[in-house]
Structure formats: C-alpha cells, structure tokens
C-alpha cells in the first residue's frame, strides 16, 4: 500500500536554497516570504468567512525576527506577547496585541503597560494587586484553565490540572468580580490549552467552553464579553504522510458553536480573535546545514554542521522534523542514518534511524518546519553560535534579515576587555 505525501510537509524551495548556499555560510535559516503572506492570508480570510470581525494575533514567540513580523504584521495581524522583549519589539515596529504573561513580575506588567500598545491577558486573579499599584487598565482578559488539554505530544498539554497556566474553572467568577471592583470596564476572556493540535474538532470545543464560562459570568455578575480568543495550537504536519488541519472545519465548527451557545447563555456575541504561531511560520522555514562528516559505526551517523543549538525542538520533546537532502530526489538509493549536530550531547541528534538519500561530504540538508518555535527556542549550549536568517523576498532575492552571531557576540555582555 502506497502512503500518501503531505506536499506541504515535503515543499522545499530547492534553488533558492542552493544559490543561498553559494552566497552565505551553512547554517542557516531561510524563510519564504511568499509562503508566510500565503498563510496569514489563508488563516485570516478563512475565519472571516464566519467571523466578519475575526481578529488575527500572531504569536511572537514562534518567531521573533522583525522582518518576519513586519511581513506578518502587514498581513493585518496583531501581536500575542509575552515578554518584554516581544512587547518592546512590537512597539518599535509599530504594531499593537494583547499581552500574556505568566508569573508576571510587577516591573514587566510596568513596562508592557508603558509600551501603550497592549491589552492585557491576565494568567491569574492573583495579579490583580500589583495591577492596582501601577494602574487599573479600562480592559481586561484573563486566561482560562478550562481542564480540557491536547497537544501534538504530553508535554504540549496546557491546560488541565498539571498546567502552571490559567484561572481554574472555580476561580473564574471571583476574578472577573475582583476586576471590575477594581474599575475595569471592558472584557475579555481567553484560553491556550494547547500546541500543535491537528484535531479540527478541538477548536470549537475550546470555544464552546469558554462561552460556557462566560455565561456562567454574565449570569453572577453581569459583564459581556468583548472578545473570546481561543488562543493558538493549531497544528502542522511534521511527518509527510500527516493530513493538514483542515481549517475551514475549525472556523465551522466554532461558527457553530458560537450560534448555539450565545443564544444559550443570552451573550452578546464576543469579537473571535486566534493567536496562532506555527501555523504561519512553521512550513515557510527551513534549517539548513551542510554534511561535513559521514561516520560508518554501530550506524551510519551524519553530522552537519546545525546542532540542537539551532533547533533544540528534537532534542526537548523527541519532536520529528522531516529532513530532505538538497536536490536528490527522495526517490534515489537510501540508507539508515542518524542526523547529528556538532554539540557534546547524545541528544543532538535531528533523526535518529531514517531512511534519506545517501549523501556525501559536502551535501546540504534541509530541516523542514523550521519557521516556527525552532530560532526562537535556540540557545547557546556549547558556546555553540547563533545561526543567520536569510528571507527569499517576493522577487526572489535572497536577503539576511539577521546575520551569523560572532565569538565577541556571545562575550559582549561579560566584563572581558
Ligand atoms: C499564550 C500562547 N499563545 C499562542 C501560542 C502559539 O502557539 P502555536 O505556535 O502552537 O500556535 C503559544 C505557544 O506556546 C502561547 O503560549
């Protein structure tokens, strides 16, 4: 029996990639600009076929590089923060979201609330006091643990009672009264249960929750409901024969359960707003290194020049990310390898026993789903150094949106003369 292959798992921007490699060291990312645009256009126009007022963020922690925001940003979306640098990012580039944080200091509820572009979602009820201390704002929403999770893996559960983040179910009422007691006057109310969910009938369930608690307000205490923001999650294939999120069922299904449960608790329809990050970002990014070492031991171990300092994603959940060999055809001669990195850590290690091309010294690899949650969550183990970002623009041009970090990078910030 044949598999069926995901085109948008294995697309790859093959020449692009190739002259990038001619012109700028490995590794590196590379981003297609005209597949990010093509994706926030389809998020967003998709849930405007059943929400006229959809209102899109883009979560900035899946990619943080301005050029990519700017682009997506153009595409009329907003920001979902949640740090001060990503508050302060989105303020420079003229932008303006809803932050939420988590275990949030007073001095950052400061700075974001300086920033003067964000409202805030709020993690817990117990942040209200140090609210009052630097300034009731008119609107508030806070994030709900409605006890419902799912999620690519276990540790992409969010929700639920292991979950460090949201207002318990019981809390919520409490919450919204102690806000408005203390002079909020708009609302808002918002969950993120999940990551990478591919389950198109999760959505609306998350939704019909939310309005489920939100009626539950109303009736105690009477507020409506600004906006409902279902959060992020929505899920990509990592593995070719994976079917996509089919996203026109999930703005259905949460049209639908919009119509029922409004009529039901007598709400004010919210304004739907969504958060998503992969979902933009991850399939319009590639990582690319070049093999420099073919090792013939217990098994055939590959090592390129990208580590998990790059894309730690392997590494912290055993994440899959489909790997393509740069211009041989997938359908040539293939042996069992390990994909390995350059870092003193066993986990290092991109594939472990798969089946690719054979390839050389010298051969460039491509790690695909690399646009999103992947330069973004990189570190510096090993004093390993960051990694440049190249954007093929519209045209086709290759530019860097961020260049290589240096060894005097990474000594910047100590006292070395
Ligand atoms: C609050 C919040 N919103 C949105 C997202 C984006 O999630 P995703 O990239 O899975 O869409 C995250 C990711 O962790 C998050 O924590």
Redesign the pocket.
Known sequence: MSTRINPRVVYLPTHAIQRAARRFPTPFFIYEESRIRANCKRFRNTFRRYFPNFAPLF?V??NTNPEILRIIFSEGFGA?A?SEAEAWITRRLGATGMY?GNYTTADEFRFVLNTGCFRLNLDDASMLPALRKIGVPEFLSF?INPGISQGGMKS?Y?AGPDAK?GVPTRDVVAAYWEARALGVRRFGIHA?TG??VLDERYFAAVAAKLLEIAGKVKKAIGIDFECLNV?????VPYRPEQPSLDLDRVAQGIRRVFDRQCKRYNLREPVLMA?????IM?DAGWLVGRVHVVKHSSKTFVGIDAGMNDLPRPAIYGAYHYIAVVGKPPRGRKELVNVVGRLCENNDQFARDRRLPVVAVGDLMAIHNAG??AYAMGHNYNNRLRSAEVLITRTGALKIIRRAETIRDLFRTTNLA
Do not use: I, V
């Open positions: 979560a922690k899946a979902d949640s939420t994030r992409l969010l983040f993120m990551s990478n959060g992020g999650g929505f899920g958060e998503p990050g992969r979902w991850a999103a949650h």
